[in-house]
C-alpha cells in the first residue's frame, strides 16, 4: 500500500494566525476529514457584520473527496460555522453527545436539521474511512465532552489535541485519557497540532472545582438573590452553580437564549443534573423569597442584547435589579470585551447590587493549558513534527519557542497560515503551495456579499457621515433645472450648520456653471469636479472628510 | 471671618463615574479653583470624534470667580482640554515646570502660548488667593514632577491627591512628600479627593526601578537594534532606557511627534539627562552597526497613526523592521486597545523581530497606586470625609468600600457624580444640587457641533449604509419626471445586488404612484412612505436596516 509520493495534507481553512473560526483540512490519498467548523466574531473594524465564518472554497471545490467534518467540541468558535458550510456542502458531522446535541439546536434555528446526517461518537470510538481513521480522545475543555482527535494513516499519525486544559478534578469526573494519549506517543505520533490559546501563561490553569469553592463563599455571604453570569456552553460552571444553589436552599431559573438552550439540552442527555423542583421558570421568581433564588443568565462578556445586560439597564422583561442582589460575573472578558463588561459592571453597582467579578474574587478560570500543561502534552505525544494551531501569530511563535525548548528540532516545527498547505512524509515536513482561503463575512442574510468595498464604505460614513448633493439637468440644454440641493447625514448638526450649507450649495453652483461654460457633459466629469471643489471646501472648513455623494438627474 | 452659612462647594465636571477629562471645582466664597483640566479619548460608539473635553459651562458663567487652573502632572487626561477650555477661560494655569514644559508646547500647537499667562511653581509653594491658599505636595507618579494639592480655607484643608503611587525609588531620587501629608493629617484635613484607579489591585504597585532591571536583561540579550516603545510623557522610563544605552554604548534615537516633543522638552529644563553624542536623529541610525542603536518611539498602544504602528506595517520612512530587532513594548494595553496592541505585537513577529511585551516580562510598572499604597495615604491624611475620584463608578465603589474597611464612617464618604455638587462644611458632607456638565466632543476643527444625533446616524452608517432614493417631480401637476434613482453605499456589493436595486426602484414607483392616485402632495409624507416601504422590504431581503434618504426635487 505504501507509495513513493505518499503524503498527508494539512491545510488550516481557519483559527490559525487568529482566534476563533476554527477549520482544518486533513487530506491523504482520495480523501478529506474535515476538523471543526467554527465560526468567529466580527472585529471592531467589521462595521456591521454579524458573523465571520471560514471560506471552504478548497471544500467545495473538492467535495467527492470529503467524507466527514469531525467536531472536537460544542463551541462557537468549533461549530458555529456548520449552518453555513453545510448548505454548500452536505457531507456526515461527528461528535461526542453534547457536542451533537448542541450543534442539533443550532441546526434546528437554520431549518437544516432534517437534511444532515449527524453521528454521535464516544471518546475512544474510531471512525474508518478507506485510508484514513479518525479516532476521539477525551480531553478537559470548558466545556463537557471535549474530545481530541487522532487521525491514523499508513503514513502515521496526527494528532490534534482540539482546545484542552489539564484537570485532575474535573467536575463530570472525565479526565483526560492520558493514557491513550500516552500510548500513541510510545507508537510514535507523525505530527501534533496543539491549542496555543495560552502559550503567554506560566504555570497551571487552575481546575474548574476552584471556582465551586468560591461560589460557597458568595451563597454563604448573599442575602438577597444571586444572579450569576456565564457563557452558556460551560455546563461544569453551571452545574456547579446547580450544587451550590441545591446545598443553600435555593431555587434556580435561567435567563438568556443561549442559555435556556443549551442547558435544556444538556439535562436532556443528562450532562447536568438538577434535583427535582430546584429549577423554575423566570416568570417564577417573585414567588420566592430574594434569599431563595439564584438566577443563572448570559451576558458574562457584556454583550449589548444579552439578559445581564438588559438587567443592568433595567430593560429585563422578568428581572430588575435591586438593592441587595448578588451578581457575579464568572467569566474574564475576552480581549476587546473589557469595556462593555466594566459598563454592565458600573451598571449594577449604580443599582444598588454588589457585584463579585474577576478582578475581586476567583469566579473563572481558564479553559485551556498553560505553559507547563503544554510541557505535558508535548512530553506524552512526543510528536516528531509539531504545527501550533489556535492562536494569533505571537502564539503560534511562542509555542514553538517552548516546543523547541523541550528538544524538538526548530526545523521539525512550521507555523502555520490560513490556506498555506503543510505537506507530511514519514520523514519531513513543508510549506508547499496555498489555496483559496480567508474570512467569509454574514451580515442578516446575506454570506459573503459585503465585501471590502462595503466595509471601506461602511468605515467611511462612520467616520465623518455623508454629504449628498443632488441637481436636475435639463437633457438636451445641459443646463441646470433645479438644485444643487445638499443634505448630509451624520457630518454636522445641520441648524448649526446653515450657513456650511448655503456656502456649499454656492461651490457647487460654481462649479456646475464652469463645466456648462467649458461645455462639460459627461456626468462622471461633472460628478468628480463637485466632489472635489466641496471635499477641499470642507475639509478646510471643518477639518472632517465626509463621503461625498453626487446625484445627477436628467429630464 | 468665620459664618454660619461657611461652605466648600466640590464640583467634579469630570474624571468621576469615567477615566479620563479630570476636572474639578472648588468654590469657596466668591472664588473658584479648578484642579486640573483633562480629555479623554473617544470610546468605541463614538464615531469619527476625535478628543472629549468637559463641558465648562459652570465655569464660564462663573467666570469672574475662577482664579485659575491648578495642575496635578501633565499627562493629557490632566491637561489636553487647556487649548479649548482657555479660549473660552482665560485665567491664569499653574503648574510645576515640567507640567507647564509640556502645556508650552500644546499651546504653542494651538497658537495659544502668547495669550495665556502659564506661572511654575515649585513643591511646597502656596499660591494665596482671597479666601484659599493652593499649596502643590510632591507626589510619585509615572510622569515626572507630580504633585498633589492641598486647598487651604478658614473652614479647613481639602486634598487632592492628584494621581499616585508610592514609589520608594523614584528614577528622579524625589520621593513624594510623606513629611508634608503626615503634617497636614496631624493638622486635620476636612476632606480627601484620591485616585481610585488601581483600587481593585490587591497589594503594591513595583518600583520604577524595576523596569530597569529588566531592561538591563534586554540589552543583554540583544544582537541587532533594540525598539522600545512606551509613553512619550513617562520621562523615567525614557531615562532608564536611556542610561542602559549608554552603558551598553549604543546610541539611541527618538521616533514619533510627542516622543520628540516630549523628549526635547525634558532634555531643555533638566528631567532628562542625556550624555554628550549618545542622542542622535532619526536619520543617522542607519551611520551605525545594529547593535549600537536603540530607537525611542511612541506606539506602545498600537494606535494607528503612531511610529511604531508604522514601523510594524513597514509604512515607516526611516525605520524598517528586520530580523535580529528586539522591540520592547514598554506599556500595559490601556483597556480597550488590546487588539490594536496585539496586531502590532503579530505584525513585528511576522518581519522577523523579537518582541517582548507585558505577558513575557517585567518590561511596565503602573503609575497609580495599589490598595495598600491607598491604605497608607488614608492613614496619613485621616481625612473627616473622603471623596474618591478618578475611576468609574465600579472603583468609586470599591475605594469607598476600602475607606469604611480602615474605619470610616459609611456617611462621611460621597461618591461624586460628574456636574454633582458636594457640599462641605466642618462638620457635614453632602450631595446637594447638579450643574450642567458633560461631554463636549472635538471632531476636527468643530467644538461641540457634534451631538448625539450626529453620533446617532454616523452609527446607523457604520452599521448597514446608506440607501439614497431620489426623485423629480413636476411642480405643478405632480408627476415624476425623472427617478426614482436608487444609490447605495455601505449597503450591499452593488455589482452583485443589481436584482434588489431594480425591485427597490419598482417598489419606490408603486408607492410613487399609490400618492398619485390619493393625491397626496406633502413631501413629508411621500418621503416617509418611500422610506416605510423601502425599509420593509430591504428588511425582508436582507435583514439589514440600512439608512434610507429620500430626496424629491421639483422642476
Chains 1, 2 share one sequence.
Not at 437564549?257 to 430546584?278: D, F, P, T
Not at 470585551?337 to 459598563?343: D, F, G, P, T
Not at 446575506?446 to 468605515?459: E, H, P, T, W
Not at 435639463?474 to 433645479?482: L, N, Q, R, Y
Request: charged share 25%; aromatic share 6%.
Amino acid at each position: 500500500m505504501r507509495r513513493e509520493k505518499d503524503k498527508i495534507k494539512i491545510i488550516p481553512l481557519g483559527g490559525v494566525d487568529e482566534i476563533g473560526k476554527n477549520l482544518t483540512v486533513i487530506e491523504y490519498r482520495e480523501e478529506i476529514a474535515v476538523i471543526d467548523c467554527g465560526l468567529s466574531f466580527p472585529d471592531e473594524e467589521m462595521f456591521g457584520i454579524d458573523l465571520v465564518i471560514p471560506d471552504v472554497t478548497y471544500l467545495i471545490k473538492n467535495r467527492e473527496k470529503v467524507k466527514g467534518i469531525f467536531l472536537t467540541h460544542g463551541h462557537e468558535d468549533h461549530i458555529g460555522a456548520l449552518p453555513y458550510v453545510l448548505k454548500e456542502l452536505n457531507v456526515p458531522v461527528y461528535g461526542t453527545k453534547l457536542t451533537i446535541g448542541i450543534v442539533e439546536t443550532k441546526l434546528k434555528e437554520h431549518n437544516l436539521l432534517s437534511k444532515v446526517d449527524l453521528k454521535v461518537v464516544k471518546p475512544r470510538d474510531i471512525i474508518k474511512l478507506n485510508s484514513m481513521s479518525i479516532e476521539f480522545i477525551r480531553q478537559s475543555h470548558s466545556i463537557a465532552d471535549s474530545v481530541a482527535i487522532a487521525i491514523h494513516t499508513p503514513m502515521g499519525v496526527v494528532l490534534h489535541t482540539g482546545d484542552f486544559k489539564v484537570d485532575y478534578t474535573p467536575i463530570d469526573g472525565c479526565v483526560a485519557d492520558f493514557a491513550r494519549f500516552a500510548e500513541l506517543g510510545k507508537r510514535g505520533v507523525l505530527a501534533m497540532m496543539c491549542d496555543s490559546t495560552n502559550v503567554e501563561r506560566p504555570g497551571y490553569t487552575m481546575s474548574e472545582t476552584t471556582v465551586g469553592e468560591t461560589f460557597n463563599t458568595v451563597f454563604t455571604k448573599a442575602k438577597g438573590r444571586i444572579i450569576v453570569a456565564t457563557f452558556a456552553s460551560n455546563i461544569h460552571r453551571i452545574q456547579q452553580i446547580v450544587e451550590a444553589a441545591e446545598r443553600y436552599n435555593r431555587k434556580v431559573a435561567v435567563s438568556g437564549r443561549s442559555m435556556e438552550n443549551i442547558v435544556a439540552v444538556a439535562i436532556e442527555l443528562g450532562y447536568l443534573k438538577v434535583k427535582e423542583g430546584v429549577l423554575i421558570g423566570i416568570d417564577a421568581i417573585n414567588r420566592y423569597a430574594d434569599n431563595k433564588i439564584v438566577i443563572i443568565t448570559t451576558g458574562s462578556q457584556g454583550e449589548p442584547m444579552s439578559a445581564l445586560t438588559r438587567m443592568a439597564a433595567q430593560e429585563h422583561k422578568k428581572v430588575k435589579i435591586q438593592e441587595g442582589d448578588m451578581v457575579v460575573i464568572s467569566a474574564n472578558p475576552i480581549p476587546g470585551n473589557e469595556k462593555l463588561v466594566s459598563r454592565v459592571i458600573n451598571q449594577l453597582f449604580k443599582k444598588g447590587a454588589e457585584v463579585i467579578y474577576e478582578a475581586l474574587a476567583d469566579v473563572h478560570v481558564s479553559g485551556h493549558a498553560c505553559q507547563e500543561e503544554l510541557k505535558l502534552m508535548h512530553t506524552l505525544i512526543k510528536p516528531r513534527f509539531f504545527i501550533p494551531v489556535h492562536g494569533e501569530y505571537r502564539h503560534l511563535k511562542q509555542h514553538k519557542e517552548l516546543a523547541t525548548n523541550l528538544g524538538m528540532p526548530k526545523a521539525n516545527v512550521v507555523i502555520p497560515e490560513i490556506g498555506g498547505v503543510i505537506e507530511l512524509t514519514r520523514s519531513s515536513i513543508k510549506k508547499t503551495d496555498t489555496v483559496v482561503a480567508g474570512k467569509v463575512f454574514v451580515d442578516g442574510l446575506g454570506v459573503g456579499d459585503v465585501g471590502n468595498i462595503v466595509l471601506r464604505d461602511r468605515k467611511h460614513l462612520s467616520q465623518d457621515g455623508i454629504v449628498t448633493v443632488v441637481v436636475t439637468i435639463e437633457k438636451v440644454s445641459g443646463t441646470v433645472i433645479a438644485g444643487p440641493d445638499i443634505i448630509s447625514r451624520g457630518f454636522v448638526y445641520v441648524r448649526e450648520s446653515e450657513d456650511l450649507m448655503e456656502e456649499s450649495k454656492e461651490i457647487v453652483k460654481t462649479a456646475l456653471l464652469e463645466c456648462e461654460e467649458k461645455h462639460i457633459t459627461e456626468w462622471a466629469t461633472i460628478k468628480s469636479n463637485i466632489k472635489d471643489v466641496l471635499r477641499i471646501f470642507l475639509y478646510e472648513r471643518t477639518k472632517r472628510k465626509p463621503m461625498i455623494l453626487p446625484i445627477i438627474m436628467e429630464v
